[in-house]
């Protein structure tokens, strides 16, 4: 007991709720077996496992004379029939060696054909005649009437018996009969002894029918008469002949003759039985001794036992694991429906199915409500970032929600920030609707460059992009996207100026500045609102860049950390330190090298990458080049950089 309160103890909030739920729904099942409710339920299962497991034993010594429509026609005569036929067939199978010889058919009226009959049963001295007990409801209360054969057939029978069954409330034939006066046990009892004969209790002993292959061997009544010209030798020597109507009945027909016997689909095709084969059946089972029994309590228990610590496992872990939770539902289903079968072949029948539905059911309802959530889930992120990331980064978002979950974590970041120069100006311009239109495109335009190289748009302000690198989804080379994706925004910008400089819009010069480094990411926002992003000095250092654009007459400006970050790639040449507003130490940057010809690139890239910080040294082979360069030309502008970082100057930004 101490070991299950420090475990309780030890459980989280959230599990014990669960459990709770689970013990609850139990009950609720519980609840539904002692009221009844699923009996119904327990003789499907018992059928269903019925029919894929129970083994059906040959029945070699069982024949039935089937009273049928070719016998009728062959007869010539209305039902009932003269009993001299049944003397002449009763002769015939003595003759014939018959073991027992039995009638489903009650003779309870007087026939002046009865002595012939009775003569031929004392000859025989193995025939059994059928009994029938009635009930009726009277207003003073049941009266119970027994139709018994009449005179000398009563004399002359071995033995006689009721020939009625004990249907379940669905109406079905599933157990033997409660009575120990009925015939198939009065005859298994001269056959076999008493002690094969069931003891009380017996109805809760389930029939094993004889089917397929091994269902009972059957002729007809005409055949019978003239055996030893139609049948095969042999065919009732130490035999048990049961003799019944076993008129068909259509299989389309609501409603079955009236010698017909309800039993379950597998025991017969259409789940009609006629009654006659239904006593042989009965009379079979007892006889072999192999009827099955209810299942003991230990079977049934344990199958509690299971079902319920699966379906708690279900409920605990399909929020986190839907798939896998499914598949131990799937599993533990079959499970208890393999358990049920290995019982059926151990001759144990499970009739309680609400182990099995319990777990069908909570189980299910548990994954379900665990597949509405994570729908809702994806749903949830789809709306909040399928516009703002790539398709691919959205499917690895919608794969793993988790990524997603309130609160952050430091992470290694790269930054773009963008603005619109003008944009103001731009604005004041033209109509509010049409301003509105231009600054859309613009922003559509730039956010698609965005997506294209995997980064996340953090947000839109006014005319600038946040792209953020490397979150939510990590990128091993986030930096080389963010300098590229700069690179690509800046030339975005350009090309929208021209076209809409064509239709008479200026458009100004899209700036842009990035860096990178550590920041706190994640989701800021609520439950049900998300805030995505990252907060640290790397997005300000980013924003800075991108305002310091405007002094000194740059379109992109990246921190020297990024560009090493990425691999040094083409097409950068330092752009000086610089001292940004709200810092102390100088950032040393770089920007795109534009309008130099190839010697010219050439020459400052070979410079620069010998260049790692302030080296006088430099200066002056620097300054002499920067004196044979075209004043305000891009190269000159282009060594005035390099000269400066080579002396350590530093820009102030700051004003």
Known sequence: MSILRTFWANTSARRKSVAGWVVALWLAVTLMGAAGLLRGADRLLADSVGSLFEASHARDDFVIVAIDAPSFQDVGEQWPWSRDIHAELVRQLHSLGARAIVFDIVFEQSTDSDAHFADAMRTAGNVYLAAERATTRTPQGQ???????????????????????????????????????SIAYIVAADLAGETSSPASGKNKRYIRFARGQHRLSKVSYYQALSATDMLPPGTFTDKIVLIGLALEASPSASKATSDGINVPYYASAHGLMHGVEAQGNIAATTIAGDALRP???????????????????????????????????VSGALVLLLACGVARAGNAVVADSAPLLGLILIGSGFVSRSGLIAFQERR???????????PDVLQRLLDDPSMLSLGGAMRDVSVVVTDLQGYTTLM?????????????????????????????????????????????????????????????????????????????????????????????VGNFGTQRRFHYTAMGDVTNIASRLEAANKTLG??????????????????????????????????TTVTLSTSLSESELNQCTSLFGELLGPDPDKVATIETML???????????????????????VVETRK
């Not at 949830?380 to 790539?390: M, N, P, Q």
């Open 627 to 649: 004196s044979d360069a075209q004043a305000g030309s891009a190269y000159f502008q282009a060594l005035d950089r390099l000269a400066g970082l080579a002396r350590g100057d």
């Open 428 to 520: 004041e311009s033209v109509d509010p609707e049409k301003g509105a239109d231009v600054i859309r495109e613009y922003l559509d335009e730039l956010g698609q460059v965005v997506l294209r190289h995997g980064g996340m748009i953090d947000q839109f302000v006014g005319d600038s992009i946040i792209a953020l690198f490397n979150a939510p989804t990590w990128q091993a080379d986030h930096a080389m996207r963010a300098l590229d994706c700069a690179r690509d925004l800046v030339e975005a910008g350009r090309q929208m100026s021209i076209r809409f400089q064509a239709n008479g819009i200026m458009l100004g010069v899209t700036r842009a500045g990035a860096d990178c480094g550590q920041a706190m």
């Open 380 to 390: 949830r992120i789809a709306d909040g970032f399928g516009r703002y990331v790539s």
């Open 554 to 587: 740059t379109s992109l400006l990246a921190t020297a950390g990024l560009f090493e970050a990425a691999g040094k790639p083409d097409g950068f040449l330092p752009a000086g330190r610089l001292l940004l507003p709200g810092r102390d130490e100088p950032v």
């Open 295 to 329: 299942a003991p309590a230990w079977i049934v228990v344990s199958l509690w036992i299971v079902a319920m610590c699966t379906s708690l496992w279900i409920a605990i872990w399909a929020r986190t694991d839907i798939v896998r939770a499914s598949l131990v539902l």
């Open 143 to 181: 009266i119970e009437t027994l139709a018994l054969p009449t005179g000398r057939l009563l004399e002359e029978a071995k033995g006689v018996g009721i020939a009625g069954v004990d249907l379940d409330p669905d109406g079905r034939l599933r157990r033997l009969p409660n009575s120990a006066d």
